[in-house]
């Protein structure tokens, strides 16, 4: 857990691989705030991951309480990162405001992003696909 001395909150990654009938999968659960001060924190924790045959880098949102334009930007950097690697890319459990946010700024395509309402909360925010129930 990051903690950052200049009054913003704490950002917290939590980082999970597997592998789904061959193909590799990574989630990174965010909790906390995406903000100036843990933006650089986030593409530092993503810089050091290994994503040679990863399939999927999933971003889950669910726990993330606040999002500003410095936080959308290192998203769009670690989209165009995993773009040039060839990972697909999805950004999932947003809450509404933060989910229009990027609706505004027409970037829900780009990242490939879905609010709360249209993921299943009870699947959580698993590397593993829930309709495959073949896990290495």
Do not use: W
Not at 1 to 26: F, K, N, P, Y
Not at 118 to 133: H, M, N, Q, T, V
């Amino acid at each position: 857990m990051v903690e950052d001395e200049g009054g913003s909150g704490e950002l917290t990654l939590d980082i999970d691989r597997a592998t789904v009938l061959g193909d590799q999968h990574v989630t990174i659960r965010l909790a906390g705030e995406l903000d100036p001060q843990t933006a650089p924190l986030l593409l530092d924790g993503v810089a050091g991951l290994d994503l040679d045959g990863v399939e999927t880098l999933t971003i889950c949102c669910g726990d993330l309480t606040f999002l500003d334009s410095s936080g959308i930007q290192a998203l769009v950097e670690l989209r165009q990162a995993t773009s040039q690697s060839e990972v697909a890319f999805r950004m999932t459990h947003l809450n509404q405001t933060q989910y229009r946010v990027l609706e505004i700024t027409q970037l829900v395509d780009l990242l490939q992003a879905s609010a709360r309402s249209e993921d299943k909360l009870e699947e959580g925010c698993s590397a593993r696909p829930a309709a495959i129930g073949l896990i290495e």
